[in-house]
């Protein structure tokens, strides 16, 4: 689903015009949103490492583990530290799932905090326009990875970050968090159901079983209440592979290699934060009750 108009005041920027209705990132609305997202937080206690380090003018790419499923508590407490570091005024847009455009109210809702539908195309044209871009390469098959493996970064083999970052020169940072998907219990991704309801349609892979409260075991559908849990969010040192050029994107080989690098980086992260946070749920409540001791 596509806007065709234009909002005054949410084209600007190098690029703007290129594609109507793509671009309606509403500092106002984020402005007014964040104190709200931000109170939701609090249930998490949520805190971003490194935002600091993001450049303070040009495009860049920043790539993450997906967690927490529907929730991304993650995602929203990255957004909200952006916003207070870097103001309303710079762009950074993330590539979200299609499906999020189809519902009524909440697409109007993330385009205004700057989503965009996932596509190639709508990454290159953000980047073009001097944003950051957040993308997410595990898409809902890392979202809703098994809860044992929870601690492993997954990102499904999906290449096409890497190939985005060649062809435009950009640097990646990569983007790691821990805690965010303690707090859903997945106890099935779902991947054969997904085909068989035929959702492959609709760009879904999975439909996943969850346990929690209050229906003890049930579809993703049927939401249950995320546990609390202390999530940390690491931007971690970027990766600068302009030096392969443009052509390298047609290059499998140079393709692999800095996957199987930026993998390498985010895993050695996550492993560190586990380590810091082993029981990330227990830490939360802990906090929670006894707040002195913290």
Known sequence: MEHN???PGREGGPGAGAKPGIFLRDPAFIASTVPLIDGALSWFDA???GVDDLPAEGPFLMVGNHCGGMYMPDAFALMVEWYRRRAAD????ALVYDLVFEIPGLASAMRRLGGVPASHENARRALDRGAGVMVYPGGDEDAYRPWVDRHHIDLHGHKGFVKLALRSGVPVYPVVSHGSHDSIVVLLRGGRIARTLGLRRLRVNVFPIMAGLPWGIAPVWMPMVPLPSKITV?????????HYGPGAAEDDDIVEHCYEEILGRMQASLD?????????????VRDALIPWGR
């Open 47 to 49: 805190k971003v490492r």
């Open 5 to 7: 108009t234009t909002i």
């Open 234 to 242: 690491q931007v971690c040192e970027p990766f600068d592979w302009s």
């Open 90 to 93: 710079r762009e950074m847009y």
């Open 272 to 284: 560190e934060l586990v380590t810091e946070t082993p029981y990330p749920v227990i830490a939360r």
